[in-house]
C-alpha cells in the first residue's frame, strides 16, 4: 500500500512539473495571442483595441499572477477558458478526447484483428510465401509515414473509387453507420504501424512457443493441431504481444496529431495544433496537461498491474 | 465471375458504404470552409473564414453586387449632404432575425457601440471620427463626420460592420442577413437556415448550409472530389488545373489578395528611399508567382490597385518593373555599390510566404545584396514584425476594397507600427495625398490625387509590391449564383450565398 501511494505521489508530481514546464514554456515564445487575434486577414490591428483586449483577457497581469491562478483552479478542474473565444478549456477536452481515445481504440483493434491471426500464420509457415510477403509489407507499413498512408487512403478510396468520404466526423449516436464509415480510414492510417509491430510480435512469439517443449510434449501426446495451437502457443505467445501493444498505445496519441489533421477527425489535435498557433495559453496548458496525465495514468496502472502480478516489482 | 458467399460477404461493407455516401440531408448545401471561425462577432476582425459566416447571418448598410458596385442592404439609399454629412434612408421592411424592425435608432447604437472606448470593433477608429449621429425620423440616419470622409460608403459595406439588434447578447448577437445560426460543433461545423423575413424577396434560396471546416486544404479539394462538400474555398494553387479539368466542376478565381515587402527604414541602407528603389526594381517577380503559386498569380510591379479599380493606371502600375541594371545604379547612387547584408523575415508556417522570402533572397543576391532568412511561425513572425524586429519582411494580404483608400493603411507611415506596414518610414507628400482623396468627393479630381500618390509611392517605396495571387472557389457544376467577388472583394463572395441553389 505504501509502495502504491509512493507511485501516486510521483505520478502527480510528474503531472504538476509537466503543467508547469508547459506553462512557462508556452508564454516564453514569441507571440500575442490579442494581437493575433485581431491580426487576422492580414490587417492591422488597432494598438488600443490590442491593449483593450489584453486587459480583458487577463494577460497584462504579471505571469507569476496567472500562475498561480491556473493552479488554483487545478484541484477545481477548472483549466480556464479559451483566449479566442472564451469556451471552457475542459468542456472542449470533454468533448473531444473521447473521439482521439477512440481513433487510438480502434486503431488497436485493427492492430490485434490483422496482426496476431497475420503474425501467427506466418510463423506457422515460416519462410512461406505468406511470411515473406507479410514481413515485407511490415516493414512497409513501418516505413512509411503516417500523413503519407492518410493521404494515399484519401486519394484512392475517396478522390479516385469515390467509395468513402474524404474525411469528417458525424457522432456515433446520430449515425453510427456514417460515423463507423468515416472512422475506418483514419483508423488504418493510424494502425498500421501497429498492425506491423504486432505482427512482428506475434510471429517471433510464436516460433518461440512452437519450439519450446511443453510443446513438443503436447504433438508427442498427439494432440490436435489446432488445440496445440489454440491452447499452448498462441495463449502463451499473447503476453508480451499484449504488453507491447499496451505500451504502443500510449505512443500513438502522437500519431493521432497528423492523422486527425489528415483526415478532418475532430480529436484533441485539431485544437491543440490551433491553440498554439494562436497562443491560447490555457487550451495549449489544459491539453497538454490532459496528454500527460494520460501517459502517467497509463504507466501507474500498468505499474500497479506488474505489482501485483510479480511481488518482486514491488520489492524492487 | 461466379457469385459465391465468400464474395456476397466480402461485397457486403462497399454496399453498406455506397448506401452511406448517398447520404445528405435533403435541401442543405455544404461549404468547406478553411478554417472553423473562432468567433462570428459581427464587428471584430476574425478572419476570413468567420466573415463569410458573417456575410450570411448579418447585413450591413451597404453591400457589393458581383460587378463590385457598392449596393443598399440595410439602407435602399444613401447620399452626402454637404462635405462632412452622410444620409442613409433604411429600408421598410428589413427586420432583424428576432422579428424586430431594423431602425435608425438601431443603427446608431451600433455605430456608437462600435465606437465605444473599450470597443475592439475593426472600425473602431473610423466610427470615433463621426462627430454625431442625427435620427430624424425612423427610416433615416444622418452621419456627420469631423473631417470629409469620401469613402464612408466603402466602411458601411464592410463584413465588419454588420447590424444586431440591440437586444443582442455578447454570446448571441442578432443579425438581419439571410441565414440563422441554427447549431454548431466547435471547431467542426455550424448549420445555418434560411430566415424567412429577409428583406429581399424570394431569398435565400438555399433552406439549409452546413459550414464545415477543412483546414487541410488538399483534404478540402478531395472532399469536393468525392461529393462531400458543394463548395470550397481557398482553392490550393497546384490543384486549379486539376479542378479546372474535371467536366463536373468550375473553378471561379480572381486576382485579389497580392504579397509585397515591408522595410524597417529606422536605420541602415533600407532608411534610403533609392536602395529601396533598387531592391524593387531587382525582383525576378514571374519567378515568385512561378514557385509560390504555381503560375495563378500575376506580377505586381506598382501600388496594388486592381486592374478593374476605375483608379487603376497601366504606366504607373509597371513603376517598379524588372531592371537588374537600373537597380545597380541605384545602388551605386546610394553609395552601397558593393551591396550590403540583411536579412528577410517572413514564415515557414505558410509555403507562400516562404517560397516568395526564397525567390527575393535569390532576386537580391543578383544585384548584390546578401540576405539571409528568417523564417519562424507565424505568431513569432507577427510579432516580430509588430515589434520592428526585422530589415525586409514578407508579407500577404488583400485591401478592404477597390477603392485605393484601402492602402491607406499599408503606406501611410503616420499610423501605429505595425507589421502590415514598414518601419518608420515616413512619407508625408504621400499621406497627404491620400488624406486629400479620401477628403474629396469628385471623381475626376479623385483619380488625379491617386496618380499623384502613386508617382510618389513609386519613388518613396514605403512598400514594395510583388505579386497578385489568385483566390478561388470550386464548386460542381451543379451550383448556380455562387460568385467570386472581383479583386479585393474576393473574401466578400459569402454575400452571393443569398442567391445560390443546386440543382438535385
Redesign the interface.
Given at each position: 500500500m505504501i509502495w502504491a501511494a509512493q507511485r501516486l505521489a510521483v505520478s502527480l508530481l510528474l503531472v504538476w512539473c509537466v503543467a508547469s514546464i508547459v506553462f512557462l514554456a508556452i508564454h516564453l515564445v514569441p507571440g500575442d495571442p490579442a494581437e493575433l487575434l485581431l491580426s487576422s486577414g492580414g490587417v492591422a490591428p488597432d494598438p488600443a483595441a490590442v491593449a483593450e483586449l489584453r486587459e480583458r483577457l487577463g494577460l497584462d497581469r504579471p505571469l507569476l499572477d496567472q500562475y498561480v491562478a491556473f493552479l488554483a483552479g487545478l484541484p477545481r478542474g477548472d483549466l480556464g477558458a479559451s483566449l479566442v473565444d472564451d469556451y471552457p478549456v475542459l468542456d472542449e477536452i470533454l468533448l473531444r478526447l473521447p473521439r482521439t481515445l477512440e481513433l487510438i481504440g480502434a486503431g488497436a483493434l485493427l492492430a490485434v484483428l490483422i496482426g496476431i491471426p497475420a503474425g501467427t500464420r506466418a510463423a506457422l509457415h515460416r519462410g512461406g510465401a505468406f511470411d515473406r510477403f507479410a514481413s515485407a509489407l511490415a516493414a512497409l507499413l513501418l516505413a512509411v509515414p503516417v500523413f503519407v498512408v492518410g493521404t494515399l487512403l484519401v486519394l484512392v478510396f475517396a478522390q479516385m473509387l469515390r467509395w468513402m468520404p474524404a474525411g469528417g466526423y458525424v457522432p456515433l449516436a446520430q449515425d453510427p453507420g456514417r460515423h463507423l464509415l468515416l472512422l475506418s480510414l483514419p483508423a488504418l492510417a493510424i494502425g498500421k504501424g501497429l498492425v506491423a509491430v504486432v505482427f512482428r510480435m506475434t510471429r517471433t512469439a510464436v516460433l518461440d512457443m512452437l519450439a519450446r517443449d511443453h510443446v513438443r510434449t503436447a504433438r508427442a501426446k498427439g494432440l490436435p493441431p489446432g488445440r496445440i495451437l489454440r491452447r499452448h502457443v498462441v495463449r502463451n505467445a499473447l503476453t508480451p504481444v499484449l504488453t507491447v501493444l499496451a505500451l504502443q498505445m500510449g505512443s500513438l496519441l502522437g500519431g493521432t496529431v497528423l492523422v486527425e489533421y489528415v483526415f478532418n477527425w475532430p480529436g484533441l489535435s485539431t485544437p491543440l495544433l490551433r491553440a498554439v498557433e494562436a497562443r491560447d495559453y490555457p487550451m495549449v496548458v489544459g491539453i497538454v496537461l490532459v496528454i500527460s496525465a494520460l501517459f502517467v495514468l497509463l504507466n501507474l496502472v500498468m505499474d500497479l498491474i506488474y505489482a501485483l502480478l510479480d511481488p518482486r516489482v514491488r520489492r524492487a | 465471375m461466379r457469385a459465391t458467399r465468400r464474395s456476397l460477404i466480402a461485397g457486403l461493407p462497399?454496399l453498406?458504404?455506397?448506401?452511406?455516401?448517398a447520404?445528405r440531408a435533403p435541401g442543405q448545401f455544404r461549404f468547406g470552409l478553411s478554417a472553423?471561425p473562432?468567433?462570428v462577432q459581427a464587428w471584430?476582425?476574425?478572419?476570413?473564414a468567420?466573415?463569410t459566416v458573417k456575410l450570411l447571418i448579418h447585413r450591413g448598410l451597404l453591400s457589393y453586387d458581383t460587378a463590385g458596385k457598392l449596393r443598399g442592404e440595410l439602407a435602399e439609399a444613401w447620399s452626402n449632404e454637404g462635405a462632412a454629412t452622410w444620409v442613409f434612408r433604411l429600408r421598410p421592411n428589413a427586420v432583424f432575425q428576432n422579428g424586430d424592425p431594423v431602425t435608425a435608432a438601431d443603427i446608431r447604437w451600433n455605430l456608437e457601440q462600435m465606437a465605444a472606448e473599450?470597443?475592439?470593433?475593426?472600425y473602431?477608429?473610423e466610427m470615433q471620427g463621426i462627430e454625431r449621429i442625427e435620427t430624424p425620423d425612423e427610416r433615416t440616419v444622418r452621419i456627420t463626420m469631423k473631417t470629409p470622409v469620401a469613402t464612408l460608403p466603402y466602411w458601411m459595406a464592410s463584413y465588419h460592420m454588420g447590424m444586431v439588434s440591440r437586444r443582442s447578447t455578447p454570446q448571441q448577437q442578432i443579425g438581419a442577413g439571410p441565414f440563422i445560426l441554427r447549431g454548431q460543433?466547435?471547431?467542426?461545423f455550424m448549420d445555418l437556415a434560411a430566415f424567412d423575413r429577409y428583406y429581399k424577396p424570394g431569398l435565400p434560396r438555399l433552406k439549409d448550409i452546413r459550414i464545415?471546416?477543412?483546414?487541410?486544404e488538399?483534404?478540402r479539394v478531395?472532399?469536393l472530389?468525392?461529393?462531400?462538400v458543394d463548395l470550397i474555398e481557398y482553392v490550393p494553387w497546384q490543384s486549379m488545373a486539376g479542378i479546372e479539368a474535371d467536366s463536373r466542376l468550375t473553378l471561379d478565381a480572381v486576382f485579389g489578395?497580392f504579397m509585397y515587402l515591408v522595410f524597417n527604414a529606422t536605420r541602415g541602407p533600407l532608411a534610403d528611399a533609392r536602395v529601396r528603389r533598387a531592391i524593387a526594381h531587382a525582383i525576378r517577380r514571374d519567378d515568385i508567382v512561378k514557385a509560390a503559386f504555381f503560375g495563378r498569380g500575376a506580377p505586381l510591379e506598382g501600388l496594388p490597385i486592381a486592374p478593374q479599380s476605375e483608379f487603376f493606371d497601366a504606366e504607373l502600375a509597371r513603376g517598379w518593373h524588372f531592371d537588374p541594371a537600373l537597380a545597380r545604379r541605384l545602388l551605386a547612387e546610394a553609395g552601397v555599390a558593393g551591396g550590403f547584408t540583411t536579412s528577410i523575415l517572413a514564415t515557414a508556417?505558410y509555403g507562400m510566404h516562404k517560397d516568395t522570402a526564397e525567390v527575393v533572397q535569390q532576386s537580391l543576391a543578383a544585384i548584390g545584396i546578401q540576405a539571409e532568412l528568417r523564417l519562424?511561425?507565424?505568431?513569432?513572425r507577427?510579432?516580430?514584425g509588430?515589434r520592428g524586429q526585422y530589415e525586409i519582411a514578407v508579407?500577404?494580404?488583400?485591401t478592404d476594397n477597390n477603392d485605393p483608400d484601402g492602402i491607406s493603411?499599408l503606406v501611410d507611415g503616420s499610423?501605429?507600427p505595425?507589421?502590415?506596414?514598414s518601419l518608420g518610414l515616413r512619407v508625408p507628400a504621400l499621406e497627404e495625398a491620400m488624406a486629400a482623396a479620401r477628403a474629396e468627393f469628385d471623381p475626376a479630381r479623385r483619380k488625379v490625387l491617386y496618380r499623384d500618390a502613386q508617382r510618389i509611392a513609386l519613388q518613396e517605396v514605403p512598400i514594395c509590391g510583388l505579386a497578385w495571387r489568385s483566390q478561388g472557389y470550386a464548386m460542381p457544376k451543379t451550383v448556380t449564383g455562387f460568385r467570386n467577388m472581383p479583386g479585393a472583394l474576393s473574401?466578400f463572395s459569402g454575400i452571393t450565398l443569398e442567391e445560390t441553389a443546386i440543382a438535385g
Open positions: - | 462497399f453498406t458504404l455506397a448506401d452511406a455516401r447520404q472553423f473562432p468567433s471584430a476582425n476574425t478572419g476570413t468567420a466573415a473599450r470597443s475592439t470593433a475593426f473602431r477608429n460543433e466547435r471547431g467542426t464545415i471546416a477543412y483546414a487541410d488538399t483534404l478531395a472532399a472530389q468525392a461529393g462531400d489578395p508556417q519562424p511561425d507565424w505568431a513569432t507577427v510579432n516580430l509588430n508579407q500577404g494580404t488583400a493603411n499610423l501605429s505595425s507589421y502590415v506596414r473574401f
